[in-house]
């Protein structure tokens, strides 16, 4: 079975936040469908969230970043319940015959799989791009 740990680019998202993310609470905030050759991708909005509450009465969070799955030749695709948040309970990966998925288990919105020959993990560190 693949884990988030063996696809290419994961080290990087595992450097920024200590361990890999389960993606509990993340947002989806684009889903990019092309057809091949041309990949598609996913990006997901993920941070670390801390024991510590804000004056609001929410958990402090840190370490943002937006995390993009880029697809090489998607072979299924199995999406439903998109609309204006798509919040995530997780995500995980497992290897299938036609190649590597993607399963998305929405708590609000967006639900699905994605399977593709390849998929690739890319890191964009919002916390770090805010310190230029």
Known sequence: MRTL????GANEL???????????????????LRRSP?????LISVWHTR??????????????AEVKFVFSDIVHLEISDWNHQNVLARLDFSTSA????????GSF?????????D??????????????
């Open 98 to 105: 036609d190649g590597i998925a993607i399963n998305l288990m």
């Open 51 to 64: 024991d510590k509450v804000e004056q609001d009465g929410t958990f402090h969070r840190e370490r943002h």
């Open 14 to 32: 595992k450097d920024w936040f200590g361990y890999l993310p389960n993606f509990h609470d993340s947002e989806v905030l684009k889903l990019d």
């Open 5 to 8: 740990d063996d696809l290419p």
């Open 119 to 132: 998929i690739r993990v890319m890191v964009d560190k919002a916390q770090e791009r805010s310190l230029k």
């Open 38 to 42: 041309e990949p598609s991708s996913l």
């Open 109 to 117: 919105g967006i639900e699905g799989r994605i399977v593709a020959r």
